[in-house]
């Protein structure tokens, strides 16, 4: 994927943080009437969140940034986070106001922006440090960083234009009281490398046949009744040639 920033902030800890939400709070309150609703509700109990409101983003620019409002080691940790993005050639910005919605989170905060899409809606992935998590949860103090991505947004974001690779092999259902069945052979098979798919929603056969050639399968596994006896029937889409094999022959037969 091309057209990728990566925005970055520091949003403090345990040692700097409550000092600065008392202060943010102080701001807040002093533009309570200027603020969306939702803002407004938020100043008590989560008032990082108002900074990253788009609708007050306009009445917010000189608001405190935790960025100002950091303790020597989160002020120390965020320069060496941005160090090694230099080392590594990661380009990124700053962005003062980029936080996280939730408590757990602990000094880097991040986005991914796809430069190509409507501002509004350019995030396709973002995350954080989460150092205290752990803890909070009754686990011992370990530390913790993660990321939650938008596949549709990834999507728009990649044109569209970049086609699935074909499959390895399309699993036809049948019997539908044998899709669990379906779903362990394709599992399996994909733990093999084998490129694998099946049709989960109960689609008739004929269906199912017309997915695998659009999908560009190159063979077909039919679980049907003759899983009873222990068997597939396995089709060549190429030659058309079809036949039945016992199960534990499907790799065999694949390769
Ligand atoms: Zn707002
Ligand atoms: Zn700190």
């Given at each position: 994927m091309s057209g990728l920033a990566i925005v970055v902030n520091s949003i403090g800890?345990?040692?700097?943080?409550?000092a600065y939400l008392e202060r943010l709070r102080t701001y807040l309150r002093e533009?309570?009437?200027?603020?969306?609703?939702?803002?407004?509700?938020?100043?008590?109990t989560n008032p990082m969140r108002v900074l990253d409101c788009k609708i007050c983003k306009p009445v917010l620019g000189d608001a405190p940034a935790p960025i100002d409002h950091l303790c020597d080691g989160c002020r120390r940790h965020y320069d060496q986070v941005k160090e090694t993005l230099r080392v590594l050639e990661v380009p990124y910005r700053d962005d003062p106001h980029l936080v996280r919605g939730l408590d757990y989170y602990t000094r880097t905060a991040f986005e991914y922006i796809a430069t190509g899409l409507d501002a509004a809606q350019n995030a396709v992935g973002g995350g954080g440090r989460y150092d205290g998590l752990a803890e909070t949860l009754g686990g011992h103090a370990t530390p913790g960083v993660g990321l939650a991505m938008g596949l549709d947004r990834i999507v728009l974001a990649s044109g569209g234009g970049e086609t699935v690779g074909e499959l390895d092999v399309y699993i036809v259902v049948a019997h539908r009281p044998l899709e669990d069945h379906a779903l362990r052979l394709a599992s399996e098979l994909r733990d093999?490398?084998?490129?694998?798919?099946?049709?989960?929603?109960?689609?008739?056969?004929?269906a199912q046949f017309k997915i695998a050639s659009r999908?560009?399968?190159?063979?077909?596994?039919v679980v049907g009744e003759e899983w009873k006896r222990g068997a597939v029937?396995?089709?060549?889409m190429g030659t058309g040639d079809q036949r039945?094999?016992?199960?534990?022959?499907?790799?065999?037969?694949?390769?």
């Open positions: 800890d345990s040692v700097c943080r409550p533009r309570e009437e200027e603020l969306c609703p939702d803002s407004r509700s938020r100043i008590e093999k490398g084998y490129r694998v798919d099946f049709d989960p929603e109960g689609r008739s056969v004929k999908r560009g399968a190159a063979r077909v596994l029937t396995a089709r060549d039945e094999i016992p199960i534990e022959e499907v790799s065999e037969w694949l390769s």
